[in-house]
């Protein structure tokens, strides 16, 4: 029966959500994707990411550390919808595989801890959905813990996410009494009993019928405020319908200016269903979201979400099986069938798709045809790799393909045998095609392996699958930070001539640089490069002046202090002179990466070290220690709030510091201290950098 409806569904794009679900370690992602998958019949057994039964924790790490590390998809119908889930990390070390989901998204699920609130990690990936413009309603989870307030967790929202929260819900009960909530826009009750799966509806309970009336004037009146029509009817009547608040909260959450909250237990299988009617009601399908724009022969085009239309898929995810490489899709148009020959757009190489598969984790339904709005995965792709656009090979088109963060740590790694040493780069050649933000490289002077990754969780999952899934031992060296170089004082009106002449056309090239630091909008030391010319009276041709913003950008890839990258400087031709004959792009090129290399060094530079913010939670009486252990690894402690028998200190510290913290935090609270991080950029670093 679930079969025949998929596949009417097929072409039905306003019956299809494609989400994802977002939120902090530990908030209850896997656990709501679970709820989920069983509430939609999916499943027939809830399970359990402490007992490692969960659908979307396949993998063997996931399950031994408790914890989600790689984006899983899984497909479901409710309410006569397909909903297309993606079940994404919520360690900073993953944040990569958050970014590359939120790419090919088209609403998502933000689910926050009903005691914490708002988290480091929540933030993080509530930016990263702003700047993909991916609509969210938001879940208060876990309100059956001591110390659940769901008024609580909705302030941190407000206050730190800078959003409206548009409550919807009432909690029935509070901690272990927490039974169901009070519909706001029906007034009514949803309540579960012990053991039920399903929730029985009535009337708002007498005690609550005030609170629950409030709290509706409050949701009536901060709708009205945003929306126009909602307005209207407000000022005409004094009061919104059902119909029209549901319409606005549509609305508002789909343009961003308001996000819907709901609440509920997920391990208790409380605050499911009405989660799923949200969704449906909501979050857009594909035809809700404007068309997806790319390019073909430098002009910009747009695709709009027709089966029809010719086809645009975005590779977003690669991965390794058993029975072949799985490439995972969004298609954006057109309609994908077995046997299908299609464009890989960016490196003009046709593909063949040998099967497409429905996805659940790790499990897969063969499918004869894909269209517009599916997320899919195929096989048969040879070199397709994550960001790649695959197309109609008539009509090709290239998409904007996820940005991938630059690895921060780096680790030497050898083979345990001189022998294993071409399958260990095999294997590490396959993690970087896998996860886009592993990088592997030879380090010219030692001649070493190095790995570089997002954090030191982040290279530990990828030296345990390389020994787990090629039987390879691994060693790996210790952690190192990846640093920079910045422009402290700058130097102005250096003066560069670049004359070569050895037979034939010769090169000239005069250029005048000033470099001096790059300031954000704060006034501090900003990241980034930024070239201008002032150049007047035509003295160095427009041409000329492009080659010498190369030549400075060739430049910044090794600063004077120790090779280095180069970031946060402004660079400004400000005069120069060419030659009739010997000057050429090539010799102002030259002329630009040879004058910024002497500028530098005559410019005061600095090291810059990358930080994270890190929020730690320990018991009261473990807080000294913690304060003077942070101090001694040079965090700055930005604040500090109390809670009932735990403190919640948030500092800045290096991240070179933060190598081992966790077993240091363990020994000083006796197993009671728990941390999170952030990466938040670079700072000035002391002349000597622990984990160099």
């Known amino acids: 029966m679930r079969t ?66 790689f984006a899983a998809a899984v497909s479901c119908t409710w309410a006569d919808t397909r909903i297309n889930l993606i079940d994404t990390p919520g360690h900073v070390d993953f944040a990569d595989e958050v970014e590359r989901s939120l790419r090919v998204l088209d609403g998502a699920i933000a689910v926050f801890d009903a005691v914490a609130g708002v988290e480091p990690q929540s933030e993080s990936v509530w930016r990263q959905a702003d700047r993909h413009g991916v609509p969210r309603i938001a879940f208060v989870n876990k309100l059956d813990r001591v110390g659940a307030r769901l008024d609580s967790a909705v302030a941190s929202i407000r206050e730190r996410l800078h959003t409206v929260p548009l409550v919807v819900q009432l909690p029935i009960g509070d901690e272990e009494r927490f039974t169901g909530v009070v519909d706001l826009l029906r007034m009514r009750a949803l309540v579960w ?307 070569k002449q050895d037979g034939g056309a010769g090169q000239f090239a005069h250029v005048v640089l000033t470099v001096e630091p790059l300031a954000d909008a704060d006034g501090e030391g900003g990241a980034g490069f930024e070239f201008r010319s002032s150049v007047v009276g035509g003295r160095v041709p427009q041409e000329y002046v492009r080659a010498v913003a190369a030549g400075c950008r060739d430049a910044l890839t090794e600063g004077p202090l120790g090779g280095h990258p180069v970031t946060g400087l402004r660079v400004t031709l400000t005069d120069g002179a060419t030659h009739s004959k010997d000057s050429s792009e090539m010799a102002f090129r030259t002329a630009g990466r040879f004058a910024l290399r002497e500028a530098l060094r005559a410019c005061a530079m600095v090291l810059l070290e990358p930080v994270a913010e890190v929020t730690v939670t320990v018991p009261d009486d473990a807080v000294g220690g913690v304060l003077g252990d942070l101090a001694a690894r040079r965090g700055q402690v930005s604040g500090s709030t109390a809670r009932p028998g735990t403190a919640v200190v948030t500092a800045t510290v290096p991240l070179a510091e933060l190598f081992g913290y966790a077993t240091r935090l363990r020994s000083r609270t006796q197993g009671r201290g728990t941390f999170t991080t952030r990466a938040t950029g670079y700072a000035p670093a002391p002349s000597t950098v622990p984990g160099r």
Do not use: W
């Not at 170089?485 to 102005?492: F, Q, R, S, Y």
């Open 4 to 69: 025949e409806l998929n596949r009417r569904l097929t072409g039905t794009l306003d019956g299809v959500r494609n989400l994802g679900i977002l939120a902090h370690v530990d908030a209850g992602k896997t656990t709501v994707t679970e709820r989920i998958l069983y509430a939609t019949g999916t499943t027939h057994k809830r399970g359990e990411v402490h007992d490692g039964t969960t659908i979307t924790d396949f993998d063997p790490q996931e399950r031994d550390r408790g914890i989600t590390i």
């Open 193 to 499: 009993a012990d053991g039920s799966d399903t929730y029985e509806e009535g009337e708002v309970p007498d005690e609550l019928r005030e609170e629950a009336s409030r709290r509706r004037r409050l949701l009536e009146e901060a709708v009205a405020e945003l929306h126009p029509a909602a307005l209207e009817e407000f000022c005409a009547r004094a009061t919104l319908s059902a119909q029209t608040l549901a319409v606005a909260l549509r609305d508002l959450t789909r343009t961003g200016e308001g996000v819907v909250v709901l609440c509920g237990s997920a391990y208790r299988n409380r605050g499911v269903e009405p989660l799923l009617e949200a969704v449906v009601a909501y979050l857009p399908s594909p035809l809700d979201v404007p068309p997806v724009r790319g390019t073909l022969g430098g002009e910009v085009e747009e695709r709009a979400a027709d089966p029809a239309a010719p086809l645009a898929a975005l590779a977003f995810k690669v991965t390794a099986t058993p029975t072949g490489r799985l490439t995972y899709l969004r298609l954006y148009s057109g309609t994908l069938r077995k046997g299908d020959t299609v464009l890989d757009a960016g490196a003009r190489r046709s593909e063949r798709v040998g099967r497409i598969l429905r996805v659940q984790a790790d499990r897969h339904v063969d499918v004869a045809e894909a269209v517009a709005g599916d997320i899919v995965a195929v096989i048969g792709l040879k070199a397709a790799r994550a960001g790649a656009t695959l197309c109609a090979p008539g009509a090709p088109l290239v998409l904007e393909p996820p940005t991938v963060a630059d690895p921060v740590v780096s680790v030497a790694v050898e083979a345990g045998r001189n022998t294993d040493t071409e399958r260990l780069m095999s294997a590490l050649a396959r993690l970087a095609e896998e996860d886009p933000s592993l990088a592997v490289r030879t380090d010219p002077e030692t001649g070493q392996t190095v790995l570089s990754g997002m954090g030191e969780l982040h290279l530990e999952v990828a030296a345990e699958k390389i020994r787990r899934a090629h039987g390879l031992e691994v060693r790996v060296g210790r952690p190192q930070v990846a640093l920079r170089e910045t422009v402290v004082h700058g130097v102005a009106g250096l003066v560069y001539r670049h004359v």
